[in-house]
Nanobody, 120 residues
Framework: QVQLVESGGGLVQPGGSLRVSCAAS????????MGWYRQAPGKERELVAS???????NYAESVKGRFTISRDNAKNTVYLQMNSLKPEDTAVYYC??????????????WGQGTQVTVSS
């Protein structure tokens, strides 16, 4: 069984910073792309940022220059550093990993989500 556990969400003032983390654990053979998605009330889930096992990154236009995604392959962990936060960044942030389990075929796994609220 594979689990993705997120941490680090919370309440922050506009202009502030926050870092969220996601650790994958369980019966994992290898991890391909890891990423962060977010879903605001009444909106569809959208990609925020992703990073391949080789370190190539991709960002949504709305977060370029403000957010940085990174990963520690030895720890099966992905991070999202969020700076210059805006109220419109408020959402539930979900971790995603496309990985090979030790038994089975590669597929996407999701974390439970962590709330990020940007408000004064």
């Amino acid at each position: 069984q594979v689990q993705l556990v997120e941490s680090g969400g919370g309440l922050v003032q506009p202009g502030g910073s926050l870092r969220v983390s996601c650790a994958a654990s369980g019966s994992i053979f290898s991890i391909n792309t890891m990423g962060w998605y977010r879903q605001a009330p009444g909106k569809e889930r959208e990609l925020v940022a992703s990073i391949t096992s080789g370190g190539s990154t991709n960002y949504a236009e709305s977060v370029k220059g403000r957010f940085t995604i990174s990963r520690d392959n030895a720890k099966n962990t992905v991070y999202l550093q969020m700076n210059s936060l805006k109220p419109e960044d408020t959402a539930v942030y979900y971790c995603n990993a496309n990985l090979w389990p030790k038994i089975g075929v590669p597929r996407d796994y999701w974390g439970q989500g962590t709330q990020v609220t940007v408000s004064s």
